[in-house]
């Protein structure tokens, strides 16, 4: 395994939580979204693949009552990368689904995005754009969902 | 006398060739394509996904085209495609709670947080075929209202603060959550190994036993306390990172069933609880699962166990149509060498039988 040389290795640090975020959104971002981004960029880095791209399984869990103890409820295809660039940076992802390509991109933008001379160009470039649609579609979602929402009236009585 | 034969290759290779004809059916009708079974017919998606326990949904679509439509051919297909990958891990467990709701009603509150959110349901609708579906004709597109979003908490949270209604299930402390894909099943089973034989477990089987519950076997009084619908965020450990990875997000259907509250010697009386927790969008599912979960709990809530739904060995070792139709199934399979020894019995027996019967005539003959 490659392991990271993270400052800091307590969970919740900001560096950890703005990757895990950008990781997000490149793993929700969809197979042409992500080869358009890439067709677009313009200094493309020499990209090694460490491992993958490859599909196996992850096991889901739920949790009994919702909220108890959790137990497993079956599986999900996942496919994950490890890539290095030319200079060395190494950029790992993992998504649902078995689009190889989509992923093997991810993992360079990942590795890009923790180049501090790049990440502006990514975010900008890469992860805004999967950020507007997530949530344009969430928000469209929302709104159709709450236009099903039943407004309860109380009957007149008719005893007076 | 036993002989071994074989044979039937080329009729085996010929009955597959016109399968694959049959299963294209007109030539002259444009082939079906994944992407309309996922869109036309998520829920048959769904199903294949639930019961086939493996979330994708284009090779549920896949397995679906292949299989001609039988989900239960399509669900096996999916179960045999798992044994081929490796397993990364185990994610962490979802949060329903912040799912994205796309339905959500209780049958058991009227207001609640959140408000009743009747989504995309076939409840109130008329059950009228409608022939214009036989054109692609327009669909109108929703409507769409501007309401702030808002938390909307479980049901079960809301009621759970005043002891009336029973806690979330815990499990020992400790204990790892069971794995029927990797270790055999040995009865009795905890909870969280029932709820995943149930979660994987027959649609049609569990409907008949949720069933038989409400008509008075293992009787429960449920209410259906909450049902939501929609997408959760997958997360993942990795070795190689230090936070726990967002792998997107799949669609599941979640059950509350709230039931009744005899409550023991160390529990006053408070509602009692039933989960169902299924990929995809599958009320019925869902629901039946809740009731059998609680059905199955008959031992622990120390209740007479009178009825088949509260079987926990009968249920869960039945529940899954890929066994059960394994082994019906298998009685097509040539069983020319078992049949041949029975034939051979019953010949034997007949004429045992017959020199029975004869010296009886016999002897009653001498006798009168």
């Not at chain 1, 137990?71 to 993992?94: C, K, P, Q």
């Not at chain 2, 044994?83 to 962490?92: I, K």
């Not at chain 2, 329903?96 to 409840?123: N, V, Y």
Request: charged fraction near 30%.
């Amino acid at each position: 395994m490659i392991k990271e040389n993270n400052q800091s290795t307590e969970t919740g640090n900001v560096p950890d939580l703005e990757r895990k975020a950008a990781m997000a959104l490149l793993a929700q971002a969809t197979a042409p979204e992500i080869a358009a981004f890439w067709a677009g960029w313009g200094d493309k880095p020499d990209v090694e693949t460490l491992r993958g791209p490859e599909t196996g399984l992850v096991m889901l869990r739920g949790r009994i009552g919702g909220g108890g103890a959790p137990f497993n409820l079956g599986e999900a295809t996942v496919t994950r990368a490890t890539v290095r660039l030319g200079n060395g940076a190494v950029g790992h992802a993992y998504a649902l689904g078995r689009h190889r390509e989509k992923v093997r991109l991810a993992a360079v933008f990942d590795a890009l995005w923790q180049q501090p001379d790049c990440r502006d160009a990514v975010e900008k470039a890469v992860l805004a754009p999967i950020a507007e649609r997530l949530e344009q579609q969430r928000a469209l979602k929302h709104a159709q969902t709450a236009a099903t929402k039943v407004d309860f009236f109380t009957m007149v009585r008719g005893d007076d | 006398m036993y002989v071994a034969v074989k044979g039937g290759e080329a009729a085996i290779r010929n009955a597959h060739k016109l399968l694959a004809d049959r299963r294209r059916g007109d030539r002259d009708v444009p082939a079906i394509e994944l992407n309309q079974i996922v869109e036309q017919m998520s829920l048959a998606v769904d199903r294949v996904m639930a019961e086939g326990s493996l979330y994708d949904p284009e090779l549920a679509a896949l397995a679906i085209k292949q299989a001609r439509g039988d989900l239960i051919e399509a669900i096996f297909l999916v179960r045999a495609y798992r044994t081929t990958l490796q397993r990364f891990g185990y994610s962490t467990a979802l949060e329903t709670s912040k799912m994205q709701i796309e339905r959500r009603i209780s049958a058991a509150f009227k207001d609640l947080p959140g408000g009743q959110l009747l989504g995309p349901t076939f409840d109130y609708t008329h059950r009228l075929l409608d022939p214009e579906l036989a054109e692609d004709g327009p669909v109108d597109a929703p409507e769409q209202r501007d309401e702030p979003e808002a938390f909307t908490p479980r049901v079960t949270d809301i009621l759970g603060h005043d002891g009336m209604i029973e806690e979330d299930g815990e499990m020992p402390e400790g204990s790892v959550a069971g794995d029927l894909t990797r270790e055999p099943l040995t009865f009795p089973l905890e909870r969280d190994l029932r709820l995943q034989a149930l979660a994987r477990g027959d649609e049609g089987f569990l409907l008949g036993l949720a069933y038989s519950t409400q008509r008075g076997y293992a009787r429960s009084h449920p209410f259906a306390g909450e049902i939501r619908i929609g997408e959760v965020d997958i997360e993942l450990e990795v070795a190689e990172l230090d936070f726990p990875l967002t792998l997107g997000t799949i669609r599941v259907t979640e059950c509350q069933m709230v039931n009744q509250f005899k409550g023991s010697a160390k529990q006053p009386p408070q509602f009692t609880r039933g989960y169902g927790l299924v990929f995809g969008q599958s009320e019925r599912k869902a629901m039946s699962m809740a009731l059998c979960d609680r059905a199955l709990r008959a031992r622990e809530l120390g209740e007479d166990i009178t009825a088949t739904a509260q079987d926990e060995e009968f249920v869960i070792s039945h529940s899954d149509n890929v066994q059960s139709t394994g082994f019906v199934e298998h009685l097509k399979l040539p069983h020319y060498v078992d049949f041949q020894a029975e034939l051979d019995l019953i010949r034997r027996m007949r004429a045992e039988h017959e020199r029975k019967h004869q010296t009886g005539e016999e002897a009653k003959e001498a006798a009168e």
